[in-house]
């Protein structure tokens, strides 16, 4: 009998007209309310109460992902004053806005690489989602300053634009070299049906140097100060129920890579290719599959720097092979006799192992491999391998 009540009760819920005259916001500081007309606009074309109910819900949401609000509240009444309706009701949203600045403190786990971040916000600036954000990471292998500016679109906060500036070292042992970047990028991002898309330009001073006194004749032969110019375009359809450890859906990445037509002393066209795919199997078992593929070609005879080149190798690569350690590591022939040399014989190793699944920070795994298809100048690394990060192959 409960449970037939209830039920009547929603049919003369869903079943009654209703209007809503008005949808008010309060608790605005310094956000401007032009801004947020489009994220309750579709409160108006309720026609029931749940359907003002869940309309409201949607709009709270909406208000959540803005990135300006710490907490978002919905009260809705039946509207009064002499102009009111009987059947009108009024939608306010109650709103606790951010600090004007905000810090954090959290670590973060890369490919093989732990780093400690600190970043400071200014969060909602000009009163219109606009953020500026100061970020310095500290890792085992990279040290990073990052000021970065961001502006979204009004009414559709998928479209934004980012100024980036910033400087970075990362240490490379595996080659014995390292490198500090400098640079400036312009970032536009947008939805185009269910694929995300990015437009960006780059301008970067690059200093490249010898890590240990006995690196290599090549990084010895390219070291020094670069200017890189360069523009790309990256497209992502992820529909993966979760990035570090998915049990369905599929990633599609594609990016290109333009470089040396803004100018700059690098000169190439680079393509990037990206596929995931996992599919649940019997009980909870879940088979996953992944294809990575890329090709670089100069441009203007001008050669390719070895900063801008594909490595492979490495617990969250190709397992079995030390971390970027597949293929020739300083002498050899040619780009058509390396070619040459993977049709002949394809690395891949095969083995078992256990993965750990931290929540959203990072993905560990323990692998036991055994490498095969190896060539000479690989780097083998035969038995227990552990991987930590947050992209996998």
């Known amino acids: 009998m409960v449970e037939a009540e209830q039920e009547i009760k929603r049919e003369i819920l869903e079943n009654k007209d209703i209007v809503v005259q008005n949808v008010n916001i309060q608790g605005l500081r310094r956000t401007k309310e032009d801004y947020l007309g489009y994220e309750m606009s579709d409160v108006f074309n309720a026609k029931t109460l749940i359907d003002v109910i869940n309309k409201s819900h949607e709009a709270r949401q909406r208000l959540l992902q803005l990135g300006i609000f710490q907490q978002v509240e919905v009260l809705i009444d039946v509207s009064e004053g002499e102009d009111a309706f009987p059947n009108g009701l009024d939608v306010t949203f109650e709103v606790t806005e951010l600090k004007r600045v905000t810090g954090t403190y959290n670590t973060m786990v890369n490919n093989n690489e732990g780093s400690m971040v600190l970043g400071v916000k200014v969060p909602n600036m000009f009163g219109r989602g606009e953020r500026l954000a100061f970020q310095f990471s500290y890792g085992t292998k990279e040290t990073s300053y990052v000021l970065a500016f961001f502006k979204p679109q009004s009414g559709c906060f998928e479209r934004n634009f980012i100024l980036n500036l910033y400087k970075g070292t990362r240490q490379f042992p595996w080659?014995?070299?390292?490198?500090?970047?400098?640079?400036?990028?312009?970032?536009?991002?947008?939805?185009?049906?269910?694929?995300?898309?990015?437009?960006?330009?780059?301008?970067?001073?690059?200093?490249?140097?010898?890590?240990?006194?006995?690196?290599?004749?090549?990084?010895?032969?390219?070291?020094?100060?670069?200017?890189?110019?360069?523009?790309?375009?990256?497209?992502?359809?992820?529909?993966?129920?979760?990035?570090?450890?998915?049990?369905?859906?599929?990633?599609?990445?594609?990016?290109?890579?333009?470089?040396?037509?803004?100018?700059?002393?690098?000169?190439?066209?680079?393509?990037?290719?990206?596929?995931?795919?996992?599919?649940?199997?019997?009980?909870?078992?879940?088979?996953?599959?992944?294809?990575?593929?890329?090709?670089?070609?100069?441009?203007?005879?001008?050669?390719?720097?070895?900063?801008?080149?594909?490595?492979?190798?490495?617990?969250?690569?190709?397992?079995?092979?030390?971390?970027?350690?597949?293929?020739?590591?300083?002498?050899?022939?040619?780009?058509?006799?390396?070619?040459?040399?993977?049709?002949?014989?394809?690395?891949?190793?095969?083995?078992?192992?256990?993965?750990?699944?931290?929540?959203?920070?990072?993905?560990?795994?323990?692998?036991?491999?055994?490498?095969?298809?190896?060539?000479?100048?690989?780097?083998?690394?035969?038995?227990?391998?552990?991987?930590?990060?947050?992209?996998?192959?």
């Not at 330009?201 to 390219?222: D, K, M, N, Y």
């Not at 092979?321 to 590591?329: L, V």
């Not at 929540?359 to 490498?371: F, K």
Request: hydrophobic share 40%; aromatic share 10%.
């Open 175 to 393: 080659s014995s070299m390292k490198k500090t970047d400098r640079g400036v990028s312009a970032e536009v991002h947008f939805p185009v049906w269910m694929m995300d898309h990015t437009l960006k330009w780059e301008a970067v001073w690059r200093a490249l140097g010898c890590l240990v006194h006995g690196a290599s004749f090549t990084v010895r032969e390219e070291s020094g100060h670069t200017l890189k110019s360069a523009l790309s375009h990256t497209m992502v359809l992820d529909t993966r129920n979760c990035p570090l450890l998915p049990s369905k859906g599929s990633l599609l990445q594609i990016s290109q890579e333009l470089a040396g037509f803004t100018g700059g002393d690098a000169s190439f066209l680079k393509e990037d290719f990206e596929l995931q795919m996992s599919r649940p199997f019997l009980w909870d078992f879940v088979f996953s599959a992944s294809l990575r593929a890329g090709m670089i070609f100069p441009i203007g005879g001008r050669p390719i720097s070895i900063t801008d080149r594909f490595y492979l190798g490495g617990p969250t690569t190709v397992r079995g092979f030390g971390m970027c350690r597949i293929g020739p590591q300083s002498e050899g022939g040619g780009v058509s006799a390396h070619l040459l040399r993977l049709a002949e014989c394809i690395r891949w190793s095969y083995g078992a192992g256990l993965t750990l699944h931290l929540g959203n920070i990072a993905r560990l795994e323990l692998n036991y491999c055994i490498p095969m298809g190896v060539q000479r100048g690989d780097r083998i690394c035969d038995g227990m391998q552990f991987g930590a990060g947050i992209r996998f192959l």
